[in-house]
């Protein structure tokens, strides 16, 4: 009796397991131009408001270098993040300011913290939680603004063309690390200003071996083939 119970369950798991994989289609590389894009690590960082960098630091922000999207560059000032059971010393300031400050971590540092941490697009902040933010003889409260940043790919519109996707259009990428993997749900950023880069945080690069170098690209779902009614063919 227990043998057949074993197999019955068995049975019921493999079913669901089929059931899952009918649920996800396959992946294609993507029919635009061949186009490897530059995958960077986006450590935990801060963004600020003009006010909160006046109220943590009194004076403007000082910039030690340039990051790899026009117009953004590391600051020599740094932040300590005091969360509800624990804190975080030495995180980046990135500028220049914004309208609103934002707190980018990672899911392992929100649970380090004490926070519970939605995965957002950066400046989607409304209902977020909030954090402690401390330059060492200041502490400032940020009632909102603590994200986990939803991976994302910049691109120029002449990138865009070429590789077949749109702006706010969320596409699949294969992750070319030591650790293969594809990443679902990748939001495309398109502008002209953008240099074309896939941004994840330290917890995704980890999970899939990224590493100096590490390139992906965009895998597209398999078309379906079609019968000679036009329906597709499961």
Not at 21 to 37: D, F, K, S, W
Not at 51 to 63: N, Y
Not at 189 to 202: G, M, P, Q, T, Y
Request: aromatic content about 2%; proline content about 7%.
């Amino acid at each position: 009796m227990q043998e057949i119970q074993r197999e019955q369950i068995v049975e019921q798991v493999l079913a669901a397991l089929s059931q899952l994989r009918q649920g996800e289609p396959e992946l294609v590389e993507n029919q635009g131009e061949e186009m490897p894009i530059p995958v960077e690590i986006s450590a935990r960082h801060v963004h600020l408001s003009q006010a909160d960098v006046v109220a943590l630091f009194g004076a403007p922000l000082t910039p030690l270098r340039e990051l790899s999207q026009p117009g953004q560059f590391l600051c020599k000032e740094r932040v300590r993040l005091i969360g509800l059971k624990g804190v975080m010393d030495n995180v980046a300031v990135l500028g220049p300011s914004r309208e609103q400050s934002q707190v980018e971590i990672s899911l392992t540092d929100a649970r380090l913290l004490g926070l519970d941490v939605p995965i957002r697009q950066s400046g989607d902040i409304a209902g977020t939680p909030g954090i402690l933010l401390s330059s060492g003889k200041t502490i400032i409260p940020l009632e909102q603004g603590v994200i986990v940043a939803g991976r994302h790919i910049h691109m120029s519109p002449e990138d865009a063309s070429r590789l077949r996707v749109r702006d706010k259009e969320f596409v699949a990428v294969h992750m070319r690390g030591k650790r293969p993997a594809v990443f679902r749900d990748v939001l495309v950023r398109v502008h002209e200003s953008f240099k074309l880069a896939l941004h994840i945080d330290a917890d995704e690069a980890n999970g899939c071996g990224c590493g100096p170098g590490t390139t992906c690209t965009i895998v597209l779902p398999k078309p379906q083939e079609q019968c000679h009614d036009g329906q597709p063919i499961h």
